[in-house]
Nanobody, 126 residues
């Protein structure tokens, strides 16, 4: 069974940084477009970022643009989400997800992704 595993979450002070990792077992991530989503308590799951298959082109939600960066390391079969200048409103469970289409615009909803990780908690608090 195809699996995604997120790691790197934790507690950080406002203004701090975290790097989330999304690793795959039993399939090669560079054949997939990878999306990052987050879900805060009482809110719907929202798209944060996506990185397109092959081209590596990235798109970001307006709320994280300029602060978050998604990247691939194909040798490690891992996708990263570097999160800088974190704010309390970034607190959520973060998920990575995979889809076979070639290009993402950043407007894709959760239903357009096939495989999901279990999530990792990010808490931004002083």
């Amino acid at each position: 069974q195809l699996q995604l595993v997120e790691s790197g979450g934790g507690l950080v002070q406002p203004g701090g940084s975290l790097r989330l990792s999304c690793a795959a077992s039993k399939f090669t991530l560079d054949y997939y477009t990878i999306g990052w989503f987050r879900k805060a308590p009482g809110k719907e799951r929202e798209g944060v970022s996506c990185i397109s298959r092959n081209s590596g082109r990235t798109n970001y939600a307006d709320s994280v643009k300029g602060r978050f960066t998604s990247s691939r390391d194909n040798a490690k079969n891992t996708v990263y989400l570097q999160m800088n200048s974190l704010k309390p409103e970034d607190t959520a469970v973060y998920y990575c997800a995979a889809a076979r289409y070639y290009y993402c615009s950043g407007n894709e909803g959760p239903n357009e992704y096939t495989y999901w990780g279990q999530g990792t908690q990010v808490t931004v608090s002083s």
